[in-house]
């Protein structure tokens, strides 16, 4: 059987006026991230952790910003479509570890809803998908709540 890992990380700026999307769940909080989609970062992190361990580049060439048909989409569009390409390579998904940092809104009452959204779409248990969370204790551009960042490690077997 053969097993690879992948890791992912994704950042995005904290803005005025823009939804806060994160795990493909609407947070509510009086910034949300900016991006060229919703700008989800932890779909995004989890997708190039994907496309990382498939040896197939990263998410940004297969959706790139510079690109219309990718303008304000659903990252949960782009966790699936990057489903179907590390499908289409004969990988499936062990697990998922993840990690935001961010200071403020707290997100744990989120996790649970989050874990949903991810599990259904990659076809895995809840329990495959770790979702933890932290803040930089005030420190950096999280610290000052202009942004917020996301990594992700993937395990992928070829089925």
Request: proline share 3%; net charge negative; hydrophobic share 45%.
């Amino acid at each position: 059987m053969g097993i690879r890992i992948g890791m992912g990380v994704d950042f995005h700026q904290l803005v005025e006026g823009r939804n806060l999307w994160i795990g493909g769940v609407h947070v509510p909080h009086k910034k949300g991230a900016l991006g060229h989609s919703d700008a989800d970062v932890l779909l995004h992190a989890i997708c190039d952790a994907l496309l990382g361990a498939a040896c197939l580049g990263d998410i940004g060439e297969h959706f790139p910003d510079t690109s219309a048909d990718f303008k304000n989409i659903d990252s949960k569009i782009l966790l699936a479509k990057t489903f179907e390409l590390i499908k289409a390579e004969g990988y499936s998904i062990v697990n998922i570890d993840t990690m935001l940092c961010l200071e403020m809104p707290k997100i744990k009452p989120y996790i649970p809803a989050m874990k949903q959204c991810i599990a259904s779409i990659l076809e895995v248990k809840e329990n495959d998908v770790s979702i933890k969370a932290t803040t930089t204790e005030k420190m950096g551009f999280v610290g000052r709540e202009e942004g917020l960042m996301a990594y992700a490690t993937v395990l992928i077997q070829c089925v």
